[in-house]
């Protein structure tokens, strides 16, 4: 038993007609009534009661008809899913990111996205860098949306930038530094720092090791946080001073001062990850489109990731 028969039985049930349902195929009719008998010859049922004035249906051949209609609408519906798969507009997205760097590049990328295919379930996960990497290896993230990755963490990950900010200082409006207009690096060195935890964040920790790394200084590390939330806390409390990126403005708001860092020409790229063996669905190649597109980095040509081996 083929699909075919089982469409050949249903034209004829419908139309009760050989004649008609010959044509509504596009079949020769002797063909037609061959592969029906074929089907009741194959089930060991009479599905049709045939004779000089037509068709009608047998009670099995009724209770046939409308179990082979759910069958093949589910077999249309079953093949135009996979076809929309195919194009990208089907199926589930699991994307990761980190809450601060990526909170002016995903709302309009993920409105974008929901508008163009509706169909994919997007699914987001919000976790460390090092959570972000490990997905990406395990293929439980097919895309992450992050800062660039370096060290031991850049192994085996393709990085594609989409924005870069540079750092600042934020701090509370009683701390000493709030009159300078800027605050040089060699300033910082010599103040307690509010950070994220080095156990979740360590890609953070090595931004710190970076900047500091030209005037041969460590950073006075006075409090770690496991988030952005407590970062404003601990600062607004006076146990120290942090150093940003000028993003974690629209996350801070006015609750914190922002002064730009000098002496340091380090900045946070921001921008789309994926495991350079990992497998990118359509969909998940269309939101990269998207947000090359929101964050004005598409191009007539798509960028080449950097890859890292």
């Not at 046939?64 to 135009?80: I, M, P, Q, T």
């Amino acid at each position: 038993m083929e699909l075919r028969h089982l469409r050949y039985f249903l034209a004829v049930g419908e139309a009760l007609n050989f004649t008609k349902a010959a044509a509504k195929l596009r079949v020769a009719q002797p063909s037609l009534s061959r592969q029906v008998q074929d089907l009741e010859d194959e089930i060991g049922v009479d599905l049709l009661r045939r004779s000089p004035r037509g068709v009608t249906l047998t009670a099995e051949g009724k209770l046939f008809l409308g179990e082979v209609r759910e069958l093949l609408k589910h077999a249309d519906e079953s093949v135009e899913k996979v076809r929309a798969l195919a194009r990208g507009e089907y199926g589930e997205l699991h994307v990761g990111y980190v809450t601060v760097p990526t909170v002016e590049i995903l709302p309009p990328a993920l409105a974008a996205f929901q508008k163009v295919v509706p169909r994919v379930k997007m699914l987001l996960h919000d976790l460390s860098s090092d959570g972000l990497i490990a997905g990406l290896h395990n293929a439980t993230l097919e895309l992450a949306v992050m800062v660039k990755p370096t060290g031991e963490q850049a192994t085996g990950i393709e990085f594609e930038p989409l924005r870069s900010y540079p750092w600042c200082v934020a701090l509370h409006a009683a701390h000493p530094f709030a009159r300078l207009k800027s605050i040089a690096l060699e300033k910082v060195a010599g103040q307690p720092l509010v950070v994220f935890r080095r156990k979740d964040y360590s890609e953070y920790h090595r931004f710190l090791d970076r900047i500091f790394a030209p005037i041969s200084a460590k950073p006075r590390i006075a409090v770690e946080c496991d988030s952005a939330s407590s970062l404003i806390i601990e600062v607004e409390a006076g146990h120290g001073i942090l150093l940003a990126a000028t993003i974690f403005k629209l996350i801070a708001g006015k609750r914190l001062l922002y002064r730009p860092l000098t002496g340091t020409t380090e900045a946070l790229s921001v921008g789309i990850a994926r495991a350079t063996k990992g497998d990118v669905t359509p969909a998940g190649e269309k939101f990269c489109e998207i947000l090359r597109k929101t964050s004005g980095t598409a191009t007539a040509t798509k960028p080449k990731p950097a890859r890292f081996v």
